[in-house]
């Protein structure tokens, strides 16, 4: 069972065809990951098994999981490298560039993002090192502050601006969560210092070390290989940070969590985040999109999810959410109707 997770290498591999090839080769990643999943996900129905308990101690137990994902950060900063050098030494054609930028903005959304999120739940401080490392060179690394310490706490309520109102188009999504999400980490990481009476304005100061790393990653890349490449590298992080707050989008879309006569709100449940229980977007996303057993138990390992019956349910896999949400009137009707059915 655990041998399915190889399938992750898919990934890299679509996004190495797609920085080495030309024409419309350029977008064997893109065309692989909006076309071929999303129909795999619409025919074959969700795989909602859950791993037995003799599985679950076998799987605790085995490094299999973890190397699987420490093989992620040597295999981005293999395919960025190559990227880098592809777009500055080759002439290529405008429709080859956006085949080309548009791969690795998945690249970035899919590896560095996603598994910088798996790595940044975790305890041990190496494991958090590169989860950081990956988030870093997506320049999004400020995502960690407030997904961890505000966005857990704060899921299905007014508050958070990673979880999507009701009726709010994706496209407004987009910028409420992520300029929301980085002043909130700012704040938080402003208290928490404050809070064990340290310098809110030192090397102490997460944001700070995150924001000073990115700068010289942009830099370097400047002064190394210019301003055309930089740019480039630019638009896969944009690409990357939209495919996140896509995710984010689909994830909570109007789900809300009740409040007691004191205002305090109920813990989170797996009644508070859309699940997706498709093998194929599983696999290839660390299980990501088990996502209401990552918000009811946010520090158990991807290989350990459960799906729970109460939980609410997309009707399709992640990438074929993401292009519905592209289309508001139409996401609206699909979804607005689910979360009617969840309050009857």
Same mark, same amino acid.
């Given at each position: 069972?655990?041998?399915?997770?190889?399938?992750?290498?898919?990934?890299?591999? !679509?996004?190495?065809?797609?920085?080495?090839?030309?024409?419309?080769?350029?977008?064997?990643?893109?065309?692989?990951?909006?076309?071929?999943?999303?129909?795999?996900?619409?025919?074959?129905?969700? @795989? /909602? /098994?859950?791993?037995?308990?003799?599985?679950?101690?076998?799987?605790?137990?085995?490094?299999?999981? @973890?190397?699987?994902?420490?093989?992620? +950060?040597?295999?981005?900063?293999?395919?960025?490298?190559?990227? #880098?050098?592809?777009?500055?030494?080759?002439?290529?054609?405008?429709?080859?560039?956006?085949?080309?930028?548009?791969? !690795?903005?998945? *690249?970035?959304? &899919?590896?560095? &993002?996603?598994?910088?999120?798996?790595?940044?739940?975790?305890?041990?401080?190496?494991? $958090?090192?590169?989860?950081?490392?990956?988030?870093?060179?997506? #320049?999004?690394?400020?995502?960690?502050?407030?997904?961890?310490?505000?966005?857990?706490?704060?899921?299905? =309520?007014?508050? @958070?601006?990673? =979880?999507?109102?009701?009726?709010?188009?994706?496209?407004?999504?987009?910028?409420?969560?992520?300029?929301?999400?980085?002043?909130?980490?700012?704040?938080?990481?402003?208290? $928490?210092?404050?809070? /064990?009476?340290?310098?809110?304005?030192?090397?102490?100061? $997460?944001?700070? $070390?995150?924001? +000073? *790393?990115?700068?010289?990653?942009?830099?370097?890349?400047?002064?190394?290989?210019?301003?055309?490449?930089? =740019?480039?590298?630019? +638009?896969?992080?944009?690409?990357? *940070? #939209?495919?996140?707050? =896509?995710?984010?989008?689909?994830?909570?879309?109007?789900? #809300? /969590?009740?409040?007691?006569?004191?205002?305090?709100?109920?813990?989170?449940?797996?009644?508070?985040?859309?699940?997706? @229980?498709?093998?194929?977007?599983?696999? +290839?996303?660390?299980?990501?999109?088990?996502?209401?057993?990552?918000?009811?138990?946010?520090?158990?390992?991807?290989?350990?999810?459960?799906?729970?019956?109460?939980?609410?349910? !997309?009707?399709?896999?992640?990438?074929? *959410?993401?292009?519905?949400?592209?289309?508001?009137?139409?996401?609206?009707?699909?979804?607005?109707?689910?979360?009617?059915?969840?309050?009857?």
């Amino acid at each position: 069972m655990k041998w399915k997770y190889l399938a992750f290498l898919i990934v890299p591999a !679509m996004g190495a065809l797609s920085i080495f090839g030309q024409g419309l080769w350029t977008y064997s990643a893109i065309f692989f990951a909006y076309g071929f999943i999303p129909l795999v996900e619409l025919i074959f129905k969700a @795989d /909602r /098994r859950n791993a037995s308990e003799a599985q679950i101690q076998e799987f605790k137990a085995s490094r299999f999981f @973890d190397g699987m994902i420490y093989l992620v +950060l040597p295999c981005y900063l293999i395919l960025l490298a190559f990227f #880098l050098q592809r777009i500055s030494g080759a002439n290529l054609s405008m429709f080859e560039y956006c085949g080309i930028v548009g791969s !690795m903005g998945l *690249m970035c959304g &899919i590896m560095a &993002i996603n598994v910088g999120h798996e790595l940044g739940h975790r305890h041990q401080y190496r494991e $958090r090192v590169l989860g950081e490392l990956l988030l870093v060179f997506a #320049l999004q690394a400020h995502f960690l502050p407030y997904h961890n310490h505000g966005h857990h706490r704060n899921v299905a =309520t007014p508050v @958070d601006p990673a =979880t999507a109102r009701k009726n709010e188009p994706v496209f407004f999504f987009w910028f409420r969560s992520q300029i929301g999400s980085y002043i909130s980490a700012w704040k938080i990481e402003w208290t $928490r210092l404050l809070q /064990r009476k340290k310098r809110p304005f030192s090397w102490a100061n $997460r944001m700070i $070390r995150y924001t +000073l *790393m990115e700068a010289v990653i942009i830099l370097s890349i400047y002064w190394l290989l210019g301003g055309a490449v930089l =740019t480039g590298y630019l +638009l896969v992080c944009l690409l990357g *940070m #939209l495919l996140l707050e =896509t995710v984010n989008y689909i994830e909570h879309y109007g789900l #809300l /969590r009740k409040q007691n006569e004191t205002g305090k709100y109920e813990r989170v449940t797996p009644l508070h985040s859309w699940n997706s @229980d498709h093998l194929l977007g599983r696999v +290839l996303l660390f299980e990501l999109s088990r996502h209401s057993d990552h918000h009811a138990n946010p520090s158990k390992p991807y290989q350990l999810l459960n799906s729970y019956q109460e939980s609410p349910q !997309m009707p399709t896999g992640y990438p074929g *959410m993401m292009l519905l949400s592209f289309i508001p009137p139409l996401w609206f009707y699909v979804m607005n109707k689910k979360l009617g059915q969840l309050e009857e």
